[in-house]
Each structure stands twice: as structure tokens, then as C-alpha cells.
């Protein structure tokens, strides 16, 4: 809140923040007092507004983003969250979405992440559009943690099927090897063999 209330917000559309139209201060009431990672995106350029639990969500972005445009905020997942944003601007709906993956930029790389979130319309006094209200929480843990486990799952059940007396040990292993390959998204694995001599 205190970083929000000393921005140079005259430097932005938005203008100073005594100014502010009473739907955005209703909005950012809540999100501000809100415990869990909310976030306001405000006028046509959907202006980015934060909470401190919203501020991992930034990660390196922040503070750079307060009051910056979302499309500029977002350049990395705007194919996704852009035409989410069209969406909800159009029709006055809110969406929620669960574990959408988002190709987001982290440092210097960009790397597959997971997000439960919605977007919802905010009205102004008219009944337009001004805004949108943004609550949502990472989910990449849990997804790859059931990945594992689905994997380890039917890894298993793929040994146990093959241990049978009439079945080739060869022909399991290599179902097994291209299983791992699909999981660890590699074209190929292969297996080591070392020869032991033994002495009498």
C-alpha cells in the first residue's frame, strides 16, 4: 500500500491517485487488504496494480511493474493471457482457468510454469469495462509432482508386468528406457554395461 500511495502515478494515464475513479479505489481496496496474490489491471492499457502477496508472482518484475501496461509486464505469456484479457474486455465475463501452463521468463531463462487464476471485470460508474481484477496462485509444484508420480506409477506397473518367466528382459527394459525418455522429454536413452572380470 505504501508503495503504491508514493508512486509517481502522474506519469501514467492514470494520474494522481486523489484522482482516481471510485470503482479503482473500491478494487484496490480489496486487492490491497487481500491476503491472497491479487493483483488490479486498470484503464486500456490494463496498468498493473499489486498486493505484497502478488509480488512472487513478479518475481524479478517487481517493482519495475507497478503501474506498467500488462502487455509490457507480460511480453513472455501475452499469446495466452493476452487473448484471455481480450476475452474478458469484450464480454463482461470473468474466466477462470486451472493449471494453465505459461512459458514464463524467470532470469534468463524461460521455463514451463503452472497457474491456477481468473480474471474478472471491473464496471466503471457508466457500466463499462475500466478494468480487470486478477487473482491467482502457482500451481508448477503440485502439477510436476503428480507428473512424477503418474510416471513412477505406470513405470512400476510396466516392471511388474514384465517379470513374468516367459517374457524377455531386453524387450522390458527398453519399453522401460523409452518411457523414461517420454517423461524426461529426451529423443534418447540408452544403458551403460561394464564387463567384470572375475578372479579365481
Aim: net charge negative.
Amino acid at each position: 500500500a505504501g508503495r503504491v500511495r508514493d508512486h509517481d502515478w502522474s506519469t501514467t494515464p492514470l494520474g494522481p491517485v486523489e484522482g482516481w475513479p471510485a470503482p479503482l479505489k473500491a478494487a484496490l481496496g480489496i486487492c490491497l487488504n487481500s491476503s491472497y496474490p491479487t493483483a488490479v489491471y486498470w484503464g486500456p492499457e490494463l496498468r498493473l496494480i499489486y498486493n505484497d502477496a502478488w509480488r512472487p508472482v513478479a518475481d524479478d518484475r517487481h517493482p519495475w511493474a507497478l503501474g506498467r501496461p500488462a502487455a509490457e509486464v507480460w511480453p513472455d505469456i501475452w499469446h495466452v493471457v493476452g487473448d484471455q484479457f481480450a476475452h474478458v474486455l469484450a464480454t463482461g465475463k470473468g474466466l477462470s482457468t486451472f493449471d494453465q501452463m505459461l512459458p514464463m521468463r524467470r532470469g534468463d531463462a524461460v521455463v514451463e510454469t503452472y497457474w491456477d487464476y481468473s480474471f474478472t471485470p471491473i464496471f466503471d460508474e457508466r457500466g463499462a469495462i475500466a478494468g480487470v481484477f486478477n487473482q491467482g496462485v502457482e500451481t508448477t509444484d503440485r502439477v510436476q509432482t503428480t507428473r512424477a508420480q503418474k510416471f513412477l506409477l505406470g513405470l512400476g506397473d510396466l516392471l511388474r508386468a514384465g517379470a513374468g518367466p516367459d517374457v524377455d528382459p531386453d524387450a522390458v527394459l527398453a519399453s522401460a528406457l523409452e518411457e523414461i525418455g517420454g517423461h524426461l522429454a529426451v529423443a534418447r536413452v540408452g544403458r551403460q554395461e561394464k564387463e567384470r572380470e572375475h578372479q579365481r
